[in-house]
């Protein structure tokens, strides 16, 4: 076998170990909707919010933090002095489940927490509304009241949920498919960056070809 024959060989092998760039823009585009347009509008339906509240000079200042993904806020709402918190609640409406069956389903209800500035509703901007589960909107809104009423409290932090159901129990196991899909593409562009670099420090695969073990005997 010659020099070329050799040198020949060892491309081949050495682009068939190469791993093939199997992944292209439509797996992104893919993977994006399915593992992260789907999660996120689950998350936003359903959304979790952040409530936090600073007493500074006998004024309770609050701060929500309405987020996707449980961490990423999209709406934030602040007001100055609050004086009350209350509470709205509405019943979802009666559904048919399906054209002529007897049984009927309900929509899933609503409640809300309203915290209240110095004004009430009298003024745009004095009223801030969280939506809340209706599981929990009442411990919420006493968890408030008892912060309020008490001054040696300076800090309170709660989280809120506005459906358990469909923001906590259904989009957990959906969001784990926005993490796979995220680090899944990041050691795919970490090594898509990094190979051509690695390219420059990669040794032969085979340094020597072994000599043909069927060799025809030299007649001269």
Same mark, same amino acid.
């Given at each position: ?89 509405? #019943? ?6 399906? !054209? ?47 912060? #309020? ?6 800090? #309170? ?15 957990? !196991?959906?969001?784990? #498919? ?17 190979? !051509? ?6 040794? !032969? ?16």
């Amino acid at each position: 076998m010659t020099d070329d024959d050799r040198a020949l060989n060892r491309t081949k092998k050495s682009k068939a170990r190469r791993p093939k760039q199997r992944f292209g823009i439509f797996e992104f585009v893919l993977g994006a909707i399915c593992c992260v347009g789907l999660p996120g509008l689950m998350t936003a339906i359903a959304p979790v919010s952040w409530l936090e509240f600073n007493r500074v000079d006998h004024q309770v200042n609050a701060e929500t933090r309405t987020c996707v993904f449980f961490f990423f806020p999209y709406r934030t709402q602040q007001l100055a002095d609050v004086r009350n918190v209350s509470t709205a609640f509405r #019943l979802g409406d009666e559904q048919h489940r399906r !054209p002529g069956d007897k049984k009927r389903g309900r929509a899933e209800s609503e409640g809300t927490i309203r915290l209240h500035g110095p004004q009430g509703d009298a003024e745009a901007g004095q009223t801030i509304s969280v939506s809340v589960s209706p599981a929990s909107y009442k411990s919420i809104e006493a968890q408030i009241q008892k912060f #309020l009423a008490d001054p040696q409290q300076h800090n #309170l932090t709660l989280f809120t949920v506005a459906n358990w159901k469909f923001g906590i129990i259904f989009a957990i !196991p959906v969001c784990l #498919l926005t993490v796979l899909f995220v680090v899944g593409w990041t050691i795919w562009l970490g090594q898509a960056l990094l190979s !051509p670099f690695l390219n420059l420090f990669s040794f !032969p695969d085979d340094a020597e070809e072994p000599a043909e073990e069927n060799q025809e005997p030299d007649r001269s």
